[in-house]
């Protein structure tokens, strides 16, 4: 079981952030492309490859995550990426400023390591 | 009780707005002095009321060590919910207080990201500091400065007239 990749995005469809895991594969198409693609949003669904987590906030933050399909629901983990990390450290970092991709380095390591904490996520894809 | 973050975002939104205001486009330390020195006499007076309205057991403190412990316990608690981590003194006047994560920095990061900014954030804090001595007898001079976020150290140094 593992985590493949996240996505931040504001309501305005701004890319905040992004990281990988364990990507198998690249699209073939480029970064920005993907961003739009990725945003215009489900629930949740399936692929027989990987499974695409979405949650969202009154306040239009969206959270995308894509797994194996091995990871069951998630919702309390997206939330704490939203309210312990998001909210946390970039809302209240008077040197983030909101609607832009987030630089802070702080926000990145804690999110990496509270990923990489999850039970889902394992050190080796697959 | 009002939430504590309330403070937090309001002190963003003074540092920000006095860098926007700021008419000297000049990035370093010459052209900062201005902003720096409203904000630390804002906290001045912030820190003049806080020493006087903060309940104390003794009214009189047996000596200036005293004081600083006050400030340390007593006030740190008042303005961030925590208590300063460290003091010391060379028993001459000078006293270093050091805050090893600091509220109004933890959030910023963990190290050197956003060093150069770390000084207009603390600034306020500094006059808060000078203020509540100030109430309580003691005329100082307060700086500040950080090495790696989100530790910080204030040097209090008393003024002997």
Avoid at chain 1, 67 to 75: A, K
Avoid at chain 2, 37 to 58: C, I
Avoid at chain 2, 101 to 126: D, H, N, V
Wanted: overall charge neutral; glycine content about 6%.
């Amino acid at each position: 079981m593992t985590v493949h990749n996240l996505y931040l995005f504001d309501r305005n469809g701004v890319c905040l952030h992004y990281s990988e895991w364990h990507r198998k594969k690249q699209a073939g198409i480029s970064k920005e492309e993907e961003y739009k693609l990725m945003k215009d949003g489900f629930l949740a669904f399936q692929t027989s490859r990987y499974k695409l987590h979405y949650y969202e906030t009154p306040t239009g933050i969206k959270v995308v995550m894509n797994t194996d399909l091995g990871v069951g629901p998630i919702r309390d983990v997206l939330h704490h990426i939203y309210s312990a990390l998001y909210v946390e450290l970039v809302v209240k970092n008077p040197l983030c400023p909101l609607g832009q991709t987030v630089q802070s380095e702080l926000f990145r390591s804690r999110l990496d390591s509270y990923i990489r904490s999850l039970p889902f996520f394992s050190a080796r894809a697959g | 009780m009002a939430d504590a973050v309330l403070f937090e975002f309001l002190h963003t939104e003074m540092v920000a707005e006095l860098w926007a205001q700021d008419p000297d486009p000049d990035p370093g330390p010459g052209g900062q002095k201005m902003s720096l020195s409203v904000l630390e006499g804002m906290g001045f007076r912030v820190g003049q009321a806080m020493a006087e309205r903060l309940p104390r057991e003794t009214l009189a403190f047996r000596e200036e060590l005293d004081v600083l412990k006050f400030l340390c316990k007593d006030l740190w608690v008042a303005v961030f919910q925590k208590q300063m981590d460290s003091l010391r003194t060379n028993h001459q006047g000078t006293y270093v207080l050091q805050d090893n994560s600091f509220p109004l920095l933890i959030r910023m990061s963990s190290g050197l990201q956003y060093l150069e900014e770390a000084p207009k954030f603390l600034a306020f804090t500094c006059g808060i500091l000078r203020g509540a001595l100030s109430t309580l007898g003691i005329k100082s001079l307060v700086t500040a400065s950080v090495a790696a976020l989100p530790a910080c150290k204030f040097q209090v140094v008393i003024q002997r007239c």
